[in-house]
T-cell receptor, first 116, second 117 residues
Framework: AQKITQTQPGMFVQEKEAVTLDCTYDTSDQSYGLFWYKQPSSGEMIFLIY??????QNATEGRYSLNFQKARKSANLVISASQLGDSAMYFC?????????????FGKGTRLSVIA | GAVVSQHPSRVICKSGTSVKIECRSL??????MFWYRQFPKQSLMLMAT?????????EQGVEKDKFLINHASLTLSTLTVTSAHPEDSSFYIC?????????????FGQGTRLTVV
């Protein structure tokens, strides 16, 4: 079974509008971390936001917020006030356990296009 | 924030030659680094976990003799693609995490776009 599922291959959003990118995960670990990364066409991976499994509050970082619903195992990314520069691939990822030796597992990504 | 530097960013090599890619953590120590491969329009797939001072751990299906990983210091891991073939053409990207800090994000290098001709 896939660990991370992103069901939206592509999304369009009007500039200045908000958009939600979906992510569901599968793990039996009690301790895990959820991440969102942005990958522009240059290829670099830009860290956006992190949510720990024990965090009670939804994470927020500027225009990014993470809608964490633990019982549903979902960690959707919400981008508010979209900008043209937000057009990129967005990857949801998970690290299981608390060890630094566990790698991130990525979803297939969602390509976001912001329209002027 | 922490910086991971990857070099080269682009490389074109002839079939049958070897290519070395470096991944450096510039301002932190990383006992563990990870190497990923990304084909066009696909996700990042973990190739191997690089452990300082010990052998790398390879994912199933990744040839360890073809993709040589060396993690000789706490700030440097190298990936060598040996006897490269056109099917090895891909985007390779490394990541590292500060050793002593829990629950932090992994920082990524800029990636290396390898083209084998």
């Amino acid at each position: 079974a896939q660990k991370i599922t992103q069901t939206q291959p592509g999304m369009f959003v009007q500039e200045k509008e908000a958009v939600t990118l979906d992510c569901t995960y599968d793990t039996s670990d009690q301790s895990y971390g959820l991440f969102w990364y942005k990958q522009p066409s240059s290829g670099e991976m830009i860290f956006l936001i992190y949510q720990g499994s024990y965090d009670e509050q939804n994470a927020t970082e500027g225009r990014y917020s993470l809608n964490f619903q633990k019982a549903r195992k979902s960690a959707n990314l919400v981008i508010s006030a979209s900008q043209l520069g937000d057009s990129a691939m967005y990857f949801c990822a998970m690290r299981e356990g608390r060890s630094g030796n566990t790698p991130l597992v990525f979803g297939k990504g969602t390509r976001l296009s912001v329209i002027a | 924030g922490a910086v991971v530097s990857q070099h080269p960013s682009r490389v074109i090599c002839k079939s049958g030659t070897s290519v070395k890619i470096e991944c450096r953590s510039l301002d932190f120590q990383a006992t563990t680094m990870f190497w990923y491969r990304q084909f066009p329009k696909q996700s990042l797939m973990l190739m191997a976990t690089s452990n300082e001072g010990s052998k790398a751990t390879y994912e199933q299906g990744v040839e360890k003799d073809k993709f040589l990983i060396n993690h000789a210091s706490l700030t440097l891991s190298t990936l060598t693609v040996t006897s490269a073939h056109p099917e090895d053409s891909s985007f390779y990207i490394c990541s590292a995490r500060e050793s002593r800090v829990m629950n932090t994000e992994a920082f990524f290098g800029q990636g290396t776009r390898l083209t084998v001709v």
